[in-house]
């Protein structure tokens, strides 16, 4: 049952120092593209404790204007000086500064919290929260820049002044009309579709059978096993590359002056086995995890009814590890796709995949195309991490632990 805390107007001491500090910390980020992180601090704390008091003294205004003209006055300000760009983000701006004054001003930054939490538990009650956006904002920056650079209408890695207009004729669709129709980039996407599924299909049959093995209480030595069986994971992985390179480049003269098979199927076979190396631990961790909540009660009476082992295994168990299953496997087949140093060591020109592409379009050819590339791949994984959710919540609506 949510609490309601009873709250009142804070003085305007406490209001002004906490819009300050939040006008430090936006100049914190502004202040070095302007040159300067000390001045963008010192600036974005005056500006803030100046609008704030302002706004704060006009209390004969209604809260509602209030908060629509600011955005109007701050976009038509950015409108002068930095045209639609400084528009869009000063109405955004005021928009947020408004809400958030009186957020403070009228002491509603309580209103859900337990009336009896002290003032330092309250502080870290958001601190804790900035933090965590701080982090949010850190880790998803690098990916959603990406996304704006890869319709750049010129052949940089920068923003253009066009782009930062917002001027149409600043932003292309080229470099995805590059991907899809360059030969070199078609071919490694190929590959990579190639490689990917069946080295995600081995690892995903090799490991589902060893997790369950591992699972049996009178397998000895599991804990050793299951160190070795993960180890792919854990090792350097120019470690892994080196040792795959010795032993693959075995396996493939055997079956090339051997069995005489062609080089160039060979060579696919070789990179399909060392990603299936790399994708087992995972599905061996994600089936293990499980299995642990797995009631083996079923599996005894499917046998007392009759039921053979591959057939309870196929209609008692895999349904209720399924997910785990399907996790492991988006793991592997991520894994698989995005690898590009296994691959360089033990693959030649022929089974070139899209990751080892892009290192050479990086290196050597400075090709803006990685951009639209980079795109596609983190919508893929996007759309892969949204199934990975849904059959959680899956499995956990299976095993009992979620009423939804």
Known sequence: MAVFTQVSRRPVTFVLPVMG??????????????????????????????????????????????????????????????????????????????????????????????????AGQVLWHYSFRVICGLIFMFLITPILVVMPLSFNAQDFFTFTPEMLRFDPAGYSLKHYQDFFNNDEWQRSFWNSLII?????????????????????????????????????????????????????????????????????????????????????????????????????????????????PITTFFRVQMPLIFPGVVSGGLFAFITSFDEVVIVMFIGSASQKTLPWQMFIGLREQISPTILAVATILVGISVALLMTLELLRRRSERLRGLSPG
């Open 21 to 118: 500090l939040m006008g430090a910390l936006i100049g914190l980020f502004v202040g070095p593209a302007l040159g300067s992180g000390l001045v963008g601090i010192v600036f974005g704390a005056t500006i803030s404790m100046i609008l704030a008091y302002g706004i704060i003294a006009t209390e004969h205004l209604s809260r509602k204007a209030v908060r629509w003209l600011l955005p109007v006055v701050l976009a038509v300000l950015g409108l002068l000086f930095l045209g639609f760009t400084g528009a869009l983000f000063g109405a955004l701006f005021g928009w947020f500064f408004g809400w958030f004054v009186y957020w403070i001003y009228e002491g509603e930054y309580r209103v859900k919290l337990h009336p009896y939490l002290t």
């Open 196 to 308: 990917a599924p069946i080295a995600t299909v081995i690892s995903v049959s090799l490991g589902t059978l060893a997790a369950i093995g591992l699972s049996q209480s009178h397998v000895p030595a599991k804990r050793a096993i299951m160190a070795i069986l993960i180890s792919p994971m854990i090792v350097p992985l120019i470690i892994s590359a080196t040792g795959m390179f010795f032993f693959y480049s075995t396996m493939g003269n055997f079956m090339e002056n051997t069995l005489g098979m062609d080089k160039n199927f060979v060579g696919y076979v070789k990179v399909v086995l060392a990603h299936a190396v790399l994708g087992i631990p995972f599905v061996i961790i994600t089936v293990t995890a499980t299995l642990v909540g797995f009631d083996t009660s079923l599996t005894r009476a499917a046998a007392n009814m009759g039921a053979n």
